[in-house]
C-alpha cells in the first residue's frame, strides 16, 4: 500500500466531483507517455467536454485556417456502463462519493464513483488508465464493476469516438469504424497533411461473458451477484504513418500483443519504466509537502510530454494537454523545459534539440525570406519546421484583426535555441552530438545574426531594430537589452565553439564552417558585433534600458493594483500597454537568470531586479518560475518562495484562469528550475565543473535531486543545516 | 508586514471569487466576539446569500414551528458602492481580481477587489470587518475606494437591513427603522419571546462629503481623483433587552462613543485582545504549515463563539455562523468544544458550565416530566433550559414525518455535562466554582441516573433501556456500552465528590446534599449501580459490545464502499441502518477517548479498536477527530494522522458538504483534542498531575501548546527528537 507521505506528495487528487471545473481537471488529469496525451475526460462523457487525444507530429492546415493545427484523434476513451438498463452518469441517480486520483509516481489515473441508481442499488465503479510508458502507442484502460447492494444486469459498452473535431475544425477523412469480435478500429487521414491514422481497441472482460459486435461498439451483458466485481479491459493502440505505412496492422498487432500479456502486466512494466524516470528527475523536498507535490505534478507533466523515440518532435506551450497555441513549438521548450531534462533526462533533452536539428532548413528558408542569411528560427514551429505563427489574429468582436509581430520580430528564439544546445553540451559533454548537430545549430544561428545586425557608423556601434523581447507588452522595440545581450553572448559562444571545433575536431569543424560559409571575415565580424553591440544600460546604476526609450515611459504603481489576475495589457488596452512601464514577464530578470553572475556585481543585480520587479505584470506563466529562480540566486527568499509556489500551482489551482486550454509547460518546466537553479543554486562554473551555492527556504528541512553531470548521475542532497 | 510564514498559516483566503461556493464561504468566513457572530456575506448583497446576524440567547418559537430558532437579526452589513453611477457587483463590469482573506491572528475579514466598470474605469475596493473583542456588541467595518484608472464619481450607500428572516420564518416584530444624519438605528423585538433588539449603524467618512440621510439608508457622493482614495467607517451596534432595559439607547450611545475613537484605535485594541487569546489557545505546529492552519482555524471559530462576559448562553452545534440546528446546544459543546476552553481559556469554560448551572431546572423539569428524579438534562438546549428537541420532523416529500427519539433517549448528556464539570474541576482546581455550582450538576444528575437506572432481579443487576448512544443509527437499544459505563462512571465520581465536599467544605456540602436530598440510602444505591450495572462485552476479546444484540447484526463489509461522503443511513435507508453493523460515530471509541487508560490494558484498548474502526461511517463529524485522538493514543500515526486532517478540513474543505448551514464546532474542538490529547498525549494523572505521552506525526518537527493548570500556564513544547 501507498504510504501516507506518500498519498501526500504523489497524488492529485479531486474529491467531490466539481462539474464547474470540467475543463481545468480534464487538463491536468492528462496521461500521456512522450508519443500521446489523453486528457481526463470521463468515460461517458459529459455535455461540453473536451476530449483530446494527441499524438506528437500529427499536424494538419484545415483550408481556411490561418495556420496548421495539432489534431484531435479519434477519441479511445469511451466506455459506458449499465446498470439494469440505467446508464452510469454523474448527473442521474446518485453519485454517493467520487474520488479521481492522478498517481504521479506511477502515471495512471483512477477515478472511484460510488453510485447509486434511481432503482436503489449501489455499485462500485472504478475506471482506470495509463498511456504505457513500456509501450508509447497504448492507452490502457480498466473499469471494473462491484455490486455492493443488490444483484444487478450490467451491461458495459465500449466505442471509440470518431466523430472528432479541433472546436469544430475538421481535421479527418475518410474516417471508417470497423468491428470485428471484441476489436474496434477507426481508421483516418488528416485532410491536408494527409497523414495515415488508426486506432484499435481490442477487449477483455474478467468473466465468461458473450461479446455484442454492434456498429460502432462492442458490449457486453451479464448478471452480477452482490458483493461480486467484474472487469473491463480496454487497450487502444494509436499508430500513423509517421511510424509506418500500415499503421491499421500496427495498431491491430499492438493491442492483440498487449491484451495477451493483460492488465496487471502492461501496468507493472509500464510502473518500472517511471521509477526508473522518477530515479533521476524527482525533486525531493523534506518539511514542505505541498511544495513537493506541486514539483512532482509539473515535474510529470513536462515527462509524459517529452518524445522518447523521436528527434522529428517537439513539445508544444501546452504539451499534448489541451489544444492551446494548436500544439505549436515556442521557445517556452529550449529555455523552459529542455533544462530540467538535460539534467536529468538527458536522452530526452537530445531528441527535442534533435528536432531543431532536423528543421534547421525551415529556419534556413525563415532567414532567406527575410532577407538575412544563416538560420532564423520560427517563433512558432509545427512539424515542417517553418514559421507557422499566424500574422494577423481572426476577427474580433468588432471586426478588426490585430497584427501578430512576434513571427516576425521575436528572433531571440533563434538564440534560445543556441543556448539549449550549449548548455546540454556543458551539462552531458555530448561531444558526438556537439559535432555533428549541436554545432551546426549554434554556428547557423550566429550566420544568421551576423547578417542581421545593423551597424551604426555614426555611433560606431551595432544595433538591431524593431525586436519582440520576452516582454510582448512593447513590441517592435530598438535595441532589447535582452536580446542584444543575449546576441553578444551568441556570437561569443559561436566563435569559441568554432576554435573548439577546429582544434578537437578539425576534420569535421572545417566541413561545417565550410559548408556554412563560415569565413574569417564573418567572425571576424561576429567579434565586432560581440564588442560594438549596444545595449542599453543607466550608466549611473548599471540597470538596464529595457529597450530604446523605456525609461520614458509612463509609470504606473503597481502596489495598488493587487489583487489582479487580469493581464495590464488587456485593462490598459495594448496600445496604452506600449506607452506603459509594465511589462508582461521576466525579460532583464530573464536576462539575469540566463546569464547568472556574467550578468554582472551583485550590486548590479540587485539594482536591475529592485527596478524591473516592480513593474513586472506576470501576465506570461513563463515569468514567476524565473523571477523565483532569479530571486532565490540574490537571497530574497520570501519573494523566490512566494513565486515559486505561485509558478508550482498556476495549474494545479489554476491560476491564470485558462488550464482548459492545456499545461502551462514552460511553468513546469521554470519550476524545476527555480528549484534546481535558484534555490539549491546548481550551475557550471567556467571549467565545466558542478557548483552549488543554496538559498534554501527557511523551512525547508532538505533537499534532494540528482543531476547527469557528463554521463555520471550525481545526488545533491542539501539540508537545513548546511 | 505579516510575514510569509505567518501568512499561510494564519490566513485563509479565498481567490478568485467562486460562485458555488458563496454559502460554503459565507460560513467560514464568519466573524465573531463571543456575543454575535456574522456570516462572512457580501456587502453589496448577492442573489440566494444567507445573510445571518446572531446573537447569542436571542431566541423565538415562531407560531406553527416545532421548536425555537436562533433569531436572524437585522444585517448591519449592507454597504454599496456606485462608480459613475454603476454599482460595484462581482458580475457587472469586470472583476480584475479577487481575494478575500480571514486573518485568524486579528480575527478580521478582508476583501480586496480590482474592479473596471463597463465604461472602464478601474477601482480598488478594499472591505475590512471585525466583530471587536474589546466591544463585544460592535461591528466594525471599512470601505476603501481607490481610482487607478480614470477619476470617477462615487457615491456610498449604507443602510441595516431589517428585512431579514430565519429561512422564512419571521421572527421579528414591530420592527422601525430611522435615519438621523450619518447614523440608523433598526429595532424591533421576537414575537414571541418578546427580545427587545437595536441595532444602530454610525458612518464616518474619510474626506468632507455632505451624508444624505434618506429614508433606510445613509449614502455620500464625491469626486474621486485617480490614485486617490476614500474609506467609509461604519459602526453598527446590536443590543437586546438581554442586556437592558433600552436597547436602542445603548446601541446608540456604543456607536457614538466608537466613532470617536475611529477605525484605526478600534482596531489595535480588537487586536490586542485576540493576542490574548491566542497567547494561551494556539498552538504552534513546526513542519506541517496545513495542519498548522487547520488548527488555527479550527481555534478560531471555537473562539469567536464562546460567551465572554455571559454566563447564561452556551455555544449551538454550528456556532453563531449558521442556521442550522436552529442554534441549539448539545452535547458537542460539554465533550467537543468545552475541553480546549478549559485548558486554554479557563474563564470561558466557566461561563459554558454556569449556562447549565443556570439551567439545571430545566433540567428538573425534563426528569420530573419523564417520571425520574434529580436533573436529566436536555438533548437539545436554548435559552430557556428546557427541552427543544422536535419529536417528530417537518413532513417528508412522501407526506410522513419521522418520530425523533434523541429528546427522549440520548440521555448521555446528562453524565457529559457532569464530565465536562470534573475535567474543568480537576485541571483548574477552581474548588470555589466546584463547591458553589458544579457539584450540584454532578450529584443532580447522579441523582437522575440513581432514579433511572432498572434493577434486573432475575440477574441481579441494573440495566439502561431505551438508550441511544453516540451512534445514532441505532436507536432505542438496551444496554448501551457506552451509556452503561459513563453511568458507572458519573455515579463513582459523584460519590466522590461527595466525600470530598463533606471533608473539605463540609457546610456548604452538607446544605447542597441535604437540597438535593442525597441521603445515605441513595448513595447506597449508587454504590450498587456502579457495582452491578451491566456492560455487555465479548469475555473472550474484552471487546465491548455496543449494545444487546449489536454482535448478531449483520455485518457489512465497508472496505469496498469508499469514498463515501453519503451517510450509511441514508444508503441503507434507516430501518435496515438499524439492522446493520455500521456506526455512525466513535462510539465504543468515544468511551476510550473519555475513560483514557481506565478503560482497559492496551491489549484490550487495541481489540476495541480493531473491532469498531472497520465499521465505523464516520456520518457525523464529530466521528474523526475522536478516532484521531485515540488512534494517536494506541500508537496507529497513520491512521491518526489521516483522521485528525480529515476533522481539521471538514469545514475548510467542505467534506460533508453542509458546511453552509454552519460550522461543524464539535469538529473544531475535536481538532484541539486530537492534537492535545492524543498526539501531545496530555493528561492529568492519579494525583491531579500533568502527564505527557507524546505520539506525534512522524513529519512534525514540533508541537508547542499551552495549558492553564491548577492556574498556573504551562508550556508543552515538544520536537521531533524526544
Known sequence: ???????????????????????????????????????????????????????????????????????????????????????????????????????????????????????????????????????????????RVRALLGSPQITIRS?????????????????????????????????????????????????????????????YTFALPQENEVGLTKISAIYTTRQGDQPAHMA???????????????????????????????????????????????????????????????????????????????????????????????????????????????????????????????????????????????PQPDGTRIRIWTGDNEQHISTDIAYAVLQYWQWTGDDEFFVKHGAEIVLDTAVFWGSRAEYNAERDRYELSMQIGPDEYHENVNNSAFTNS????????????????????????????????????????????????????????????????????????????????TNMDWILGHERAQRTMVIKQADIVMLMALLGDQFGSPEVQQSNWDFYYPIVDHGSSLSPSTHAWVAARLGLLEDAYKLFMYAANIDLEDLKGNVRDGIHAAACGGVWQAVAFGFVGLSLDERGELQIKPNLPPHWRSVTLRAYHRGQLKTIRLTAEN
Chains 1, 2 share one sequence.
Not at 533521476?280 to 505534478?297: K, N, P, Y
Not at 565553439?497 to 565550410?514: D, F, M, P, V, Y
Not at 558585433?529 to 542599453?536: E, Q, S
Request: charged fraction near 20%; aromatic fraction near 10%; hydrophobic fraction near 40%.
Open 252 to 394: 491491430q498487432e499492438a493491442t492483440r500483443a498487449a491484451l495477451k500479456k493483460g492488465y496487471e502486466t502492461l501496468f507493472a512494466a509500464h510502473c518500472a519504466a517511471w521509477e526508473q524516470y522518477w530515479h533521476t528527475s524527482d525533486v525531493q523536498i523534506e518539511g514542505d509537502e505541498l511544495a513537493q507535490r506541486a514539483v512532482r505534478f509539473t515535474t510529470y507533466h513536462v515527462l509524459i510530454a517529452a518524445p522518447r523515440h523521436d528527434e522529428r518532435v517537439s513539445i508544444g506551450a501546452k504539451t499534448l494537454s489541451g489544444l492551446g497555441y494548436k500544439g505549436h513549438v515556442f521557445w517556452d521548450t529550449e529555455l523552459f523545459m529542455l533544462p530540467m531534462l538535460t539534467v536529468t533526462q538527458p536522452k530526452l533533452a537530445r531528441n527535442l534539440l534533435m528536432y531543431r536539428y532536423h528543421n534547421l532548413q525551415g529556419a534556413r528558408n525563415k532567414a532567406r525570406a527575410n532577407g538575412y542569411e544563416g538560420a532564423m528560427f520560427p517563433w512558432e514551429s509545427t512539424d515542417t519546421g517553418e514559421e507557422t505563427t499566424p500574422q494577423w489574429s481572426h
Open 159 to 219: 466505442s471509440v469516438d470518431a466523430n472528432v473535431t479541433n472546436l469544430g475544425v475538421q481535421h479527418l477523412a475518410d474516417l471508417h469504424t470497423s468491428v470485428s469480435g471484441a476489436e474496434i478500429l477507426v481508421t483516418a487521414r488528416t485532410n491536408q497533411s494527409n497523414y495515415g491514422i488508426a486506432v484499435c481497441a481490442a477487449h477483455s472482460l474478467s468473466i465468461e461473458s458473450a461479446v455484442q459486435s454492434e456498429a460502432e461498439r462492442v458490449s
Open 486 to 565: 543575449m546576441v553578444r553572448w551568441h556570437l561569443q559562444q559561436a566563435l569559441a565553439a568554432r576554435n573548439w571545433l577546429l582544434t578537437h575536431h578539425r576534420e569535421a569543424g572545417e566541413a561545417l564552417l565550410a559548408r556554412l560559409n563560415i569565413t574569417e571575415e564573418r567572425c571576424a565580424k561576429w567579434s565586432d558585433i560581440a564588442a560594438k553591440i549596444y545595449i542599453p544600460r543607466d550608466p549611473e546604476t548599471g540597470v538596464l534600458e529595457q529597450f530604446d526609450g523605456f525609461f520614458q515611459l509612463e509609470r504606473l504603481d503597481l502596489t495598488h493594483w493587487q489583487p489582479r489576475v
Open 1 to 143: 500500500m501507498i504510504s501516507p507521505v506518500d498519498q501526500r506528495t504523489w497524488l492529485v487528487s479531486e474529491s467531490p466531483f466539481n462539474p464547474f471545473k470540467l475543463h481545468h481537471t480534464e487538463t491536468i488529469f492528462t496521461v500521456g507517455n512522450g508519443f500521446m496525451g489523453v486528457r481526463g475526460t470521463f468515460e461517458e462523457g459529459y455535455s461540453g467536454d473536451l476530449a483530446t487525444t494527441l499524438a506528437h507530429g500529427i499536424f494538419n492546415h484545415a483550408e481556411g485556417d490561418l495556420v496548421p493545427d495539432i489534431v484531435n484523434l479519434p477519441n479511445p476513451l469511451p466506455v459506458q456502463v449499465l446498470v439494469d438498463g440505467e446508464a452510469f452518469h454523474m448527473t442521474t441517480g446518485k453519485v454517493l462519493g467520487f474520488r479521481r486520483t492522478l498517481d504521479l509516481k506511477r502515471a495512471a489515473l483512477t477515478r472511484e464513483v460510488l453510485w447509486r441508481t434511481s432503482k436503489g442499488v449501489v455499485v462500485k465503479l472504478t475506471f482506470e488508465r495509463f498511456a504505457s510508458l513500456t509501450n508509447e502507442h497504448l492507452l490502457v484502460q480498466r473499469v
